[in-house]
């Protein structure tokens, strides 16, 4: 019989969790409360949101809190001081960074959304941290470049998303790295369809932010939600699993599940298909990933097959959710493309939940960009920050230049 974890683990593990007081942050401290006795918060770090951060250092006591923002971080340390709180409060990227590469720390829960994550979750990789990666971006925007120095840097990077937490879990390690050599045929995505699935285009013309961030399933952050209702959560996943498992673009499958039950699977050449099942709840791939390879309570329900009582698959569409075919065709370009899908994409939902652009413009943006921007070799970090700056800056002007009209032309 294996050892108990609690038993096994010689110290605490001391974490650094990079989005504290986003939603995968906060689940990431429900677990870790749960689990006292294993896991110890080294640093928290946030963008700009004092008052959550206020609540997380006094409760779980880190040796250091990181805000991007540096006068939020100003205001945060004043607040610390005066309730008696030790924690030391820091500032900006190279915070981020600190906090990500500390010797102190043995686990990097990346969870910032958007590329501003890139960055400290490379610092974790070249300092071999373990990785809890959440960060879609750092895999789409630099994949070739992060998995190298995962391997440089002797890290162990562990999947967070559902889809890939799924098939980390029905894919042995010994094949993650030589997928087509392994007797795998394929990798099958599940997507929830978000909340429009069984829209018309001409319900879709209708759409509007406060309708898109209802998502059927899963509890997410705005820009993950929107994502999830244009199928570009699905491409990015797409682009991350080609990268976490050595997988050709065709070897990727998505498969609209409407229950979110089936997280993901993995077909062999054998006929067999591998599945992952458990209640739409990110706390079950947070517990998998902190206590890997070992298992933990994450506080998640059991699943209750009877009460479910039917899955449902469908194809996706592409003609109504064109993101995820234009996630297909950056991947299949490859070099800078990617980043350039991920930067116009952030734009461009930016730009919608503000009202200044439709539902029906994000896709459009990003074929224009991808069309008219030239991608390149990747080469370093530096060509992809660039790359990143031309691709917002394209999309930004464009967005003026359509500024008067409700939907882009195609």
Aim: glycine share 6%; aromatic share 6%.
């Amino acid at each position: 019989m294996p050892t108990p974890i609690s038993i096994r683990l010689f110290k605490l593990q001391k974490i650094t969790i990079l989005g504290s007081t986003g939603t995968i942050g906060l689940q990431t401290l429900d677990v870790i409360e749960r689990h006292a006795d294993l896991y110890e918060v080294y640093a928290l770090a946030a963008n700009s949101n004092v008052d959550v951060m206020v609540k997380q250092c006094l409760q779980f006591k880190p040796k250091i809190a990181v805000l991007l923002n540096e006068k939020s971080s100003l205001d945060l340390s004043v607040k610390l001081k005066a309730a008696g709180s030790r924690t030391t409060v820091i500032s900006g990227m190279a915070g981020l960074e600190q906090v990500s590469s500390d010797a102190e720390v043995d686990i990097v829960m990346a969870a910032i959304v958007g590329a501003a994550g890139l960055k400290p979750a490379m610092a974790a990789a070249h300092a071999g941290k373990r990785i809890l990666l959440a960060n879609k971006e750092t895999l789409v925007m630099a994949g070739s470049l992060f998995m190298q120095a995962v391997k440089a840097g002797g890290a162990t990077l562990l999947p967070i998303d559902s889809e890939h937490n799924a098939i980390f879990q029905v894919m042995p390690p010994q094949q993650l790295s030589h997928l087509s050599d392994s007797g795998i045929r394929r990798i099958l995505l599940t997507a929830s369809g978000g909340p429009f699935r069984c829209y018309t285009q001409t319900q879709l013309e209708a759409v509007t932010p406060a309708l898109a961030l209802k998502h059927p399933n899963w509890v997410m952050g705005a820009k993950i939600t929107i994502d999830s209702a244009t199928l570009m959560n699905k491409g990015l996943e797409v682009i991350e699993a080609h990268w976490l498992f050595n997988a050709k673009p065709e070897q990727i499958d998505v498969v609209v599940h409407p229950q979110s039950v089936i997280h993901s699977m993995v077909e062999y050449i054998d006929g067999s298909v591998l599945a992952q099942l458990g209640n739409p709840d990110m706390r079950t791939p947070i517990a998998y990933a902190l206590a890997y390879p070992n298992r933990i309570e994450s506080g998640v329900a059991s699943l209750n097959l009877l009460e479910i009582a039917k899955l449902e698959f469908e194809a996706p569409d592409t003609k109504r959710f064109p993101c995820l075919q234009l996630a297909y065709d950056a991947l299949n370009v490859g070099g800078t493309a990617p980043a350039i899908l991920n930067a116009v994409n952030e734009v461009a939902v930016e730009a919608f939940l503000n009202n200044r652009i439709h539902f029906l413009s994000i896709p459009i943006l990003i074929e224009k960009s991808l069309n008219s921007i030239q991608s390149e070799p990747v080469s370093s970090l530096e060509q992809l920050q660039d790359i990143d700056a031309e691709a917002r800056q394209f999309a930004q002007n464009k967005l003026l230049k359509f500024a008067h009209k409700k939907v882009l032309s195609a």
